[in-house]
């Protein structure tokens, strides 16, 4: 069943055939660095209309690895002296959270890039649930171009999960205010910023953060197929952290093609389209530090527990980033992300001499196979949702 693959690596190529035959996945593509350099390997058809393979090259949406791009970003301009990750809310975008449960004056840029701002997950919104995690929903407001400040009165919509400092709790909405703190930082559009931070000084020719109009992609890419919505007739209302699996539509309902989709409701949280090899070339810089200063370095991987979070079981978090122990007590970092319809995987030893970078073109069966790849590589899987 393999498409694509080098020679070598057995052990993953067993995982592609298993990815596609047994696990779900209509394609995904797998690259792997280190001293011995590059192996890619892929399965399944990138589109099964054409029968076209995936190959290296292609664009993906990465999903929240763009909240190491965000944090990156940030961090750059601190080096700069425009801003510094004590500055509140507040500071920068006064009256932002008027009107809401939220205090703007002790909300830090730090704790926006570290999820401990206290905002809530914004996954959980009623207006995001309506529009994008509901079948019917996603079909009529797919392109939708969202506007910044509705992005941001969606982040506020939810009471707070604690205080500012106080707990872990994983908010897109935080990642959403970073970026338009860039935005009023230097007067420019975040897409930009990230432009002139990260993707030019790294040298990523595949890479970008989409113009909020944006729904497609700018070079070869993989089809995307998504059905992990909620059932039709499920109120938002409804709907918990903890319940949430309960409530999903019934598996067995055939997927939707996503592949051409507004993801302008991530705005600094997770719209960045990019590529396996840039993805590897930026992983590699935030684990070395070849992209920031040494105080900004330490910063981003400054972590925190992320225990009793609905999330990531034994990881902890830095600033857009993570660290995850293994079960043979190895430490990864990296970063992992999915939307509607993708799941990207990029990972790798804390010297930066082993990276693995995955995708799947899907959002249901990722985590069983990017585990999986992880224990062919480093001994031991590790990658489950807590609890």
Request: hydrophobic share 40%.
């Amino acid at each position: 069943m393999n498409d694509f693959h080098s020679s070598g690596r057995p052990k993953v190529r067993e995982i592609l055939d298993w990815a596609v035959t047994e696990a779900g996945a209509p394609s995904l593509a797998v690259r792997i660095q280190d001293g011995d350099g590059v192996w890619f390997g892929s399965a399944g058809l990138a589109d099964p209309l054409t029968g076209a393979r995936r190959v290296p090259g292609e664009q993906l949406n990465v999903g929240s690895i763009a909240k190491g791009f965000t944090a990156a970003t940030v961090l750059t301009l601190a080096a700069e002296g425009r801003l510094t990750l004590e500055d509140t809310v507040e500071h920068w975008l006064p009256g932002s959270m008027d009107d809401s449960p939220y205090d703007a004056t002790k909300i830090t840029i730090r704790q926006l890039l570290a999820n401990t701002s206290g905002l809530f997950a914004t996954g959980m919104a009623k207006k995001f649930q309506r529009r994008v995690n509901i079948r019917s929903g996603f079909l009529k407001h797919r392109f939708d171009a969202w506007e910044r400040q509705d992005v941001l009165r969606v982040a506020l919509s939810e009471p707070p999960v604690g205080r500012p400092g106080e707990r872990f709790f994983y908010s897109n909405g935080g990642f959403n205010f970073a970026a338009a703190i860039v935005e009023q930082v230097t007067g420019n559009t975040f897409e930009s910023e990230v432009d002139r931070a990260v993707v030019r000084p790294l040298g990523l020719a595949g890479t970008f953060a989409r113009d909020r109009c944006e729904t497609g992609y700018r070079g070869r890419h993989p089809r995307l197929f998504s059905k992990v919505f909620l059932r039709e007739g499920v109120q938002p209302e409804e709907v918990t952290p903890d319940n949430w699996q309960t409530k999903m539509e019934d598996p067995a309902l055939p997927p939707l093609d996503t592949t051409e989709c507004s993801n302008s409701w991530a705005f600094g949280a997770g719209d960045v389209v990019s590529t396996l090899d840039d993805v590897t070339s930026f992983l590699r810089a935030m684990i070395t530090g070849d992209l920031l200063p040494a105080a900004q370095h330490a910063d981003m991987w400054t972590t925190v527990p992320t225990t009793g979070a609905h999330w990531l079981a034994d990881t902890r978090y830095g600033l857009g980033v993570y660290e995850l122990r293994l079960a043979n007590g190895v430490v990864l970092r990296g970063s992992s992300g999915a939307s509607t319809g993708t799941m990207t995987l990029a990972m790798g030893t804390v010297d930066g001499s082993h990276l693995v970078t995955a995708h799947v073109a899907n959002d249901y069966s990722g985590f069983p196979i990017f585990d999986r790849l992880l224990a062919a590589e480093f001994g031991a899987g590790g990658l489950r949702l807590e609890g």
